[in-house]
Structures are given as structure tokens and as C-alpha cells.
């Protein structure tokens, strides 16, 4: 087999029933964000359309932002963050941080309501929500009107348990080590 290529005999399942699930990928190891990237990546090999939702993210490049518009049309990004509030020296209020994250609850349901997706990855908001920039009652609504068929994933740490209750699935990514303990610098293409 050649790179690019699949064997002569590749076989396709397709469920008995179709259910929208929603996943949550939670804990302090490194690899939330990039296990719904996965998901999107392998969405969009099954014709799927994406939207992705950065709640927190938008001060500092990260390479899924240019990677994500070589997959086309199929998938749309929207970093409505001012980056990790609190944290980093990051300069913006919390008040700023807050009115960005109620923008992107706003965002979020409307491209629920839309119907042009069949996966919705809410990047940060078990972070946000943990911050209160968001309420726990927002994030419990979006659950509620999520269409039946829509795939919904939550990332980042500090899930809420009711959050957890709720889901379908739910990963908890662990670090065992990771190079910043020993001063190595963030590596682009790997940490962002």
C-alpha cells in the first residue's frame, strides 16, 4: 500500500441508529484541545461538517488556525477569547474575558440553531465555566438544546460534575510529564 491510499477492501460501518453524543475531555494533561481536533479531522473524512469554539484562546497564535483552513469549507473557527484569564500575564480584565466568553455562548447557539453542523467542539469552556465566565445554567442550556443528531464536545480542565452527568463520553487526559516541568520551551506544531 502506498502512502495516501486505501486497501482494495475497507469496510464501512454505519450505526443501526444515529445519535448526537456529547463528549467531554477534561484533566490537567496535555492533548484535550488536540484530541477534538482529531475529531474534527476524522469528521471531515466522513463528509461532516465542523465548527469549532475557542472560548479562551485568541492572544497568542496557535497552529490550528492556519491547519484548520486547509480543510476547506468543511470546518469554521471562531477564537473569541482573550487568551487564559488570569494566568500568563495576560493584561485583560476579567470583565473583558467575561463579556468574550457570553459572546461565544451567544455564538455557539447560533450555530446549534443553524443546522449546518453535524460536530460543535466548544474548546475551553469546562475552563471558562470553572473561571465564571460562563454559568453553569448557560452551559446546562446549550446541553438542553442541542439537536438530537449534533455531535457536542466540551474541553478543558476542571469539568463540572453536572457536566460530566450529562455526557455520553468523558475523558479525563492525565499528565504523567510533560517538557515544560524540565524549562523546555512550547514547541510549535506540538503544544500550539
Known sequence: ????????????????????????????????????????????????????????????????????????????????????????????????????????????????ASGAFDLLVLDEINNALHLKLVDLHQVLNLLDRKPPLLHLVLTGRNAHPDIIERADTVSEVREIKHAFRRDIEPQPGIDY
Request: aromatic share 6%; net charge neutral.
Open 1 to 112: 500500500m502506498t502512502q495516501g491510499t486505501l486497501p482494495d477492501k475497507v469496510e464501512h460501518l454505519e450505526p443501526k441508529e444515529r445519535h448526537g453524543l456529547i463528549v467531554v475531555l477534561t484533566g490537567n494533561g496535555k492533548g484535550k484541545t488536540s484530541s477534538a481536533l482529531g475529531m474534527v479531522l476524522r469528521a471531515c473524512g466522513h463528509g461532516m461538517r465542523s465548527c469549532i469554539i475557542q472560548f479562551m484562546k485568541g492572544d497568542l497564535y496557535a497552529g490550528e488556525w492556519d491547519g484548520i483552513k486547509k480543510l476547506g469549507d468543511n470546518v469554521e473557527l471562531y477564537h473569541t477569547g482573550k487568551g487564559f484569564c488570569g494566568i500568563q500575564g495576560n493584561p485583560y480584565p476579567f470583565e473583558e474575558h467575561r463579556a468574550n466568553a457570553q459572546d461565544a455562548i451567544d455564538l455557539t447557539l447560533e450555530k446549534m
